[in-house]
C-alpha cells in the first residue's frame, strides 16, 4: 500500500524520516527531534498533504517499553482538506542517563506551526518533563508552579505518596498537616504579562458566577476594554491519563464519564470505540445503533445544558431559559436512568457493545421524547433567536475565523460556525454513522450568535438521526459474540465450560490487546475528543491520553475576548461550552 | 392643640408609612421570588411557614445575626453610610404621593390623603430619587474592589444618563398637565382621561428609563452578577446588604408608584371617589400590576451590555423623549 504521506515526506527529508509504522490503519512516522520543525512546515504547507489541524501533542516515557531512547513526543496531524490522519513521532534521549540530572529532554516548540501547541506542549512538560524550545510561555499548567516532579513519568509513583510541595513544608505552623499540604494560591502565572499598574487586572474565579466551575481568567482591562483574558486551568486535575495506566481497560469506562460529565454517553463511546478498534472486535448493528440514538440524545442534553447556562451567562441568574432547558435534559436522564440505572455517570457502553439490553420501553421513551421536543427548541428559538438583546449581545462577539479556528485546533460547534463543515461523524464515521441521513449545520459569522445558530440547529439534525436510529434499531444482539472481551450471558456459564474459562479469564485477568498503539477520536458535543492508546500487551494500557475538546477550545479564549468589553467574557466563556471536568482531566 | 395637627399627624403617619414600605419590601422579595420560581418551572420559598410566608422573616433574621465584616481598607464612613442612603432616599419620595381622593378625620384632627401636598411634587420625587444613584456610586467606590468600583462606574454613567429621558417625560406629563402637584395630575386624569391614552410614548419611555433607574434587569448593570460578581454590593454583608436590597425594592415600589400616579390615575378607579379607601385598593393594585411587570421582564429578557445600554440611551431614547416632548408642545400651543 502506498502512503503518500510518508513517502513525500521520506523525498524530502530523507535524513529526517527514521521509520514508520502501520497499526489498524494508522501510520506514525518516526522523525528526528532535531529536524520536527521544518518536517511540521512541510506537513501543514504542502499542498498535497495539508496537516492543518493538529489534534494532539503528548509525550510518552517508553522505559518499560524496551524502546529507546526513553521519551517521544507525539503529534497527532488531521489533514481536514485530504480528510486524512497522520501520527508523527520524535524519539529523544533522556539527559538524565548521561549524568545531567536536572536537564530536560528537549525538543524544538511547533507552536509556530499549529498556535494550539501551545497549551498542549506546556501539558506534556508539565506532565511528562519534556521542555520545548522556543515556546512562548513554558509554565506548568495543570499542576501548581512548584509541583515537584512529572507525574507522567513511570519512575514516579502512583498511589500512597505525600504531596510533594516545595513551600511550606518545613512551615511549623502546618506540622499538624504532615507532608500533605497545598500551596497557597499562585498569583497568576501568566499576570508578568500584563500591565498590572497601566490597567486594571481582575481576576475572575476560581470562585466567580460565570466560570462554570473552577476556572480562573486573569482579565487586564483597560476601562471596560478587554486587553487580554489569559485562562488559568487545573484546578480540578485528577491525573485521569496517570490513573489510567493502573486500570485496566475495561475499567476506564467509568472514568471517561468524570471527563466532560454533562456528555457521559458520547465519551464512553469515543473510548469504548478506541479500545474496539484496538481489540479489533465487531460489534452487532443493534448495538450500534442503539450508541448512535444515545449518543445523539446525549448531544441534545449537552447542547440544553449549554443552551440554559449561556442564556443565564448573558441574562442573569434566574433567565427562565435555564430551567426550561434544564427540565428537557432531565427528560433524557430520565431516559438514561430507565437505560442504565445512572443519570449522569452512565458507563453504559462496555467494549463490544452495550453493557445491558435496552429495556423494552427505551423506543417508546425516546418517541415521546422526540413527539414534545420539537415545540419546545420552537420556544426558545421564538425567546431568543430574534430576540434583540440577545442578538446585540451575541452578534459580532467572540470572532473566531475558521482559519484561527483550525491554528488553534478549535473543533466541533465553534469550528463548524466559522463555515468549515468539519464533523468527523461525516468525515471519518464511526459507529454506522454512515448509514445515517443527516446535515452538518453551519453558519459564517464565526461569532457568538453563529455558534448559537449552529447548536440549534444540530439540535434538530440530532433528533433526525434519533429517528432514524429508532426506525433501524429493530432487535439483535447487544453485545458481541466475542468472549475474548464480552462477559458470556449467565445462562452459558451453567452449561457451557467454555463460557466458564472465559468468564472467569476475563473477570480475574481482563482481555490482553496486542502490542500496538493507535488514538481515537469521535465527534463530542464539544468537539472532537481523543483517546490516544498505547498498549504493551498487558491488560492495562502503557500510555492512556486523553484529548479533552474543552480544554484545546478553551485555549481560544484570550483571542475571542480580546477587544470586546468585560460583559463579553462571559458570552464568550457561555459560547465556548467549556467543562471544567474535561478542560482539568 | 395646633401641634397635633401640624407635627404629630405627619410623623404618625410617616411612621406608618415607613413601616408598611419595609413590610412591604420583605413580601416584595417574597413575591418576586415566587413569581420567578414559577416563570422558570420552579416552586420557590416553601419552606417557612404556610406557602413559605414567614420566608422574608427569616431571611431577614439571618442577616440581622451575620457577622459585619467590611474591607481591609475600606473608606468606613462611606461604606457604612452608602446602604442607609439607598434607602432613605428609596422611602422619602413617599412623602408627595397621594393615597386617595380625600382625607378622613381622627377625634376632629384631619388626617390628609397625601403627606405633603407640595406644588413641585413630581420635581421633589425626580430628585430624591435620583440621590439614589450616589449610595451605589458610594458603596462602589469605598468598599475597595475591583468589582465593587466597576459597578459604581457603571451605575453612575447608566443612571445620570437616563436621568435625561425620564426627566423629559416628566416635562412632556407636566406640560399636558400644567402642573407639578401630584394629586392636580391625578385630577387632571380624572377630569379627561388616563395620560398613559395621552402620553402613550412617555408611559414606555418611563417605564423603561425607569427600569435603568431602579438598576432592574435587564438594565442592572452596576450588579450583573455574571460578570461583576455582585458589582457594588459585592463587599456587603448581613444587615448592610440586607438594606441595599430594601433600597432596590422600595425603589421599586416607588417606582411603581409614580408610573401609576403619572399614567395610570393614581388612585382614580370605580368608586373610587365616594369611598376613599377603594382608592387606595386602587393604587396598590396599580403598583402590583407594575411590579408583576418589572419580576416577568427580568425572568425573560436577557441583560443589555454596557456600551449598548448606553447607546439606546442617548441614540434611542434621548430623540424619542424629546421628539414627545416637542410633538407634545406644538400640540398644546395650538
Known amino acids: 500500500m502506498t502512503d503518500l504521506t510518508y513517502d513525500k515526506l521520506k523525498a524530502n527529508f530523507p535524513d529526517a524520516v527514521l521509520g514508520k509504522e502501520t497499526f489498524r490503519d494508522e501510520t506514525t512516522i518516526t522523525v528526528d527531534a532535531a529536524q520536527l520543525l521544518k518536517v511540521s512546515k512541510f506537513l501543514r504547507d504542502d499542498p498535497e498533504l495539508r496537516f492543518n489541524l493538529l489534534l494532539d501533542v503528548y509525550g510518552v516515557d517508553r522505559r518499560d517499553l524496551g524502546a529507546s531512547p526513553r521519551f517521544a513526543t507525539s503529534y497527532e496531524l488531521y489533514s481536514i482538506p485530504h480528510n486524512r490522519r497522520v501520527r508523527i513521532e520524535a524519539p529523544l534521549a533522556d539527559p538524565a542517563e548521561n549524568g545531567k540530572k536536572d536537564t530536560l529532554p528537549a525538543i524544538d516548540s511547533v507552536t509556530g506551526v499549529w498556535g494550539t501547541a501551545n497549551w498542549l506542549e506546556r501539558e506534556t512538560y508539565d506532565l511528562m518533563g519534556i521542555e520545548f524550545k522556543g515556546h512562548p510561555w513554558l509554565h506548568r499548567i495543570l499542576l501548581p508552579q512548584n509541583w515537584v516532579g512529572h507525574p507522567l513519568r513511570k519512575d514516579y509513583p502512583i498511589g500512597g505518596e505525600p504531596v510533594n510541595f516545595t513551600a511550606d513544608r518545613d512551615n511549623p505552623r502546618f506540622a499538624h498537616l504532615g507532608k500533605q499540604i497545598m500551596d497557597t494560591p499562585t498569583f497568576h502565572s501568566e499576570l508578568e504579562d500584563m500591565d498590572a499598574e497601566g490597567h486594571l487586572v481582575v481576576n475572575m474565579g476560581p470562585q466567580h458566577p460565570a466560570t462554570h466551575g473552577v476556572l480562573r481568567l486573569a482579565v487586564e482591562l483597560d476601562g471596560e476594554r478587554v486587553i487580554s483574558c489569559k485562562p488559568e486551568v487545573g484546578y480540578l486535575h485528577s491525573g485521569f491519563e496517570k490513573t489510567g495506566e493502573s486500570k485496566r481497560y475495561e475499567k476506564f469506562i467509568p472514568y471517561c464519564d468524570r471527563l466532560d460529565y454533562v456528555s457521559t454517553m458520547s465519551n464512553n463511546l469515543a473510548y469504548v470505540l478506541a479500545v474496539e478498534k484496538l481489540m479489533d472486535v465487531d460489534v452487532p448493528k443493534h448495538a450500534q445503533y442503539a450508541r448512535v440514538i444515545l449518543v445523539e440524545l446525549q448531544r441534545i442534553a449537552s447542547h440544553m445544558v449549554w443552551l440554559g447556562t449561556h442564556a443565564m451567562d448573558v441574562s442573569g441568574t434566574i433567565h427562565a431559559l435555564l430551567m426550561y432547558a434544564f427540565y428537557w435534559r432531565e427528560q433524557i436522564l430520565d431516559i438514561f436512568e430507565m437505560v442504565c440505572g445512572a443519570r449522569m455517570t452512565t458507563s453504559y457502553f462496555s467494549v463490544g457493545g452495550l453493557r445491558w439490553a435496552l429495556p423494552g420501553a427505551f423506543e417508546d421513551s425516546v418517541r415521546h421524547f422526540l413527539k414534545g421536543f420539537p415545540e419546545v427548541i420552537k420556544d426558545f428559538e421564538t425567546m431568543l433567536t430574534d430576540n434583540p438583546v440577545w442578538r446585540t449581545r451575541l452578534e459580532g462577539v467572540g470572532v473566531l475565523t475558521a482559519e484561527q479556528a483550525i491554528d488553534l485546533g478549535v473543533t466541533g460547534p465553534l469550528l463548524r460556525a466559522a463555515g468549515t463543515g468539519f464533523d468527523l461523524r461525516k468525515a471519518q464515521p464511526y459507529s454506522s454513522y454512515d448509514e445515517f441521513d443527516f446535515d452538518i449545520p453551519t453558519a459564517t459569522e464565526a461569532d457568538s450568535y453563529a455558534r448559537y445558530k449552529v447548536r440549534m440547529a444540530e439540535l434538530w439534525q440530532s433528533m433526525r438521526i434519533i429517528e432514524q436510529g429508532l426506525a433501524k434499531l429493530g432487535k439483535g444482539p447487544h453485545r458481541t459474540a466475542d468472549r475474548k472481551v464480552a462477559l458470556p450471558p449467565r445462562e452459558e456459564i451453567s452449561t457451557s465450560m467454555e463460557a466458564l474459562i472465559h468468564h472467569f479469564k476475563l473477570v480475574t485477568e481482563g482481555y490482553k490487546p496486542p502490542v500496538g498503539r493507535l488514538y481515537g477520536i469521535a465527534e463530542n458535543p464539544k468537539g472532537i475528543l481523543g483517546f490516544g492508546i498505547i498498549s504493551d500487551g498487558t491488560a492495562n494500557p502503557y500510555r492512556l491520553r486523553v484529548r479533552g475538546p474543552s480544554f484545546v477550545n478553551l485555549q481560544a479564549t484570550d483571542l475571542m475576548a480580546r477587544q470586546g468589553l468585560l460583559s463579553d467574557i462571559v458570552t464568550v466563556v457561555g459560547s465556548i461550552d467549556i467543562v471544567l471536568g474535561e478542560v482539568d482531566r | ?334
Open chain 2, 1 to 334: 392643640m395646633d401641634w397635633i395637627q401640624t407635627l404629630l399627624i405627619p410623623i404618625v403617619y410617616s411612621t406608618i408609612l415607613v413601616v408598611i414600605l419595609l413590610t412591604g419590601f420583605a413580601y416584595l422579595s417574597y413575591v418576586e421570588r415566587k413569581l420567578v420560581a414559577r416563570f422558570t418551572m420552579r416552586f420557590g420559598p416553601n419552606r417557612a411557614g404556610p406557602f413559605g410566608l414567614l420566608q422574608p422573616l427569616a431571611d431577614a433574621l439571618k442577616m440581622m445575626f451575620k457577622e459585619e465584616l467590611s474591607p481591609k481598607n475600606a473608606d468606613l464612613p462611606v461604606y457604612l453610610l452608602a446602604p442607609f442612603l439607598a434607602i432613605s432616599t428609596a422611602v422619602i419620595g413617599w412623602a408627595v404621593f397621594p393615597f386617595a381622593s380625600r382625607g378622613f378625620s381622627v377625634l376632629g384632627y384631619s388626617v390628609p390623603p397625601v403627606l405633603a401636598d407640595v406644588n413641585i411634587g413630581l420635581l421633589y420625587v425626580a430628585a430624591v430619587t435620583s440621590i439614589g444613584s450616589y449610595a451605589v456610586v458610594l458603596a462602589g467606590w469605598s468598599s475597595n474592589n475591583k468589582y465593587s468600583l466597576l459597578g459604581a462606574l457603571r451605575a453612575g454613567a447608566q443612571m445620570v444618563s437616563y436621568e435625561l429621558p425620564l426627566g423629559l417625560t416628566l416635562v412632556a406629563v407636566i406640560l399636558v398637565v400644567g402642573s407639578m402637584n401630584m394629586t392636580e395630575i391625578i385630577q387632571y386624569q380624572l377630569d379627561h382621561t388616563w395620560l398613559i391614552v395621552l402620553q402613550p410614548f412617555a408611559a414606555i419611555i418611563f417605564f423603561i428609563a425607569g427600569l435603568a433607574e431602579s438598576n432592574r434587569s435587564p438594565f442592572d448593570l452596576p450588579e450583573t452578577e455574571n460578570e461583576l460578581v455582585s458589582g457594588y454590593i459585592t463587599e456587603y454583608g448581613g444587615i448592610r446588604f440586607a438594606a441595599f436590597f430594601m433600597g432596590e425594592y422600595i425603589h421599586m415600589i416607588t417606582f411603581g408608584a409614580i408610573i401609576s400616579i403619572l399614567f395610570l390615575g393614581g388612585w382614580s378607579g370605580p368608586g373610587a371617589d365616594a369611598v376613599p379607601f377603594l382608592g387606595l385598593v386602587y393604587f396598590i393594585l396599580k403598583i402590583a400590576l407594575m411590579i408583576f411587570m418589572m419580576i416577568w421582564v427580568r425572568a425573560s429578557v436577557p441583560r443589555v451590555r454596557y456600551d449598548q445600554l448606553m447607546r439606546f440611551c442617548w441614540k434611542f431614547l434621548m430623540p424619542l423623549a424629546l421628539l414627545n416632548l416637542v410633538v407634545t408642545a406644538i400640540v398644546i400651543a395650538l
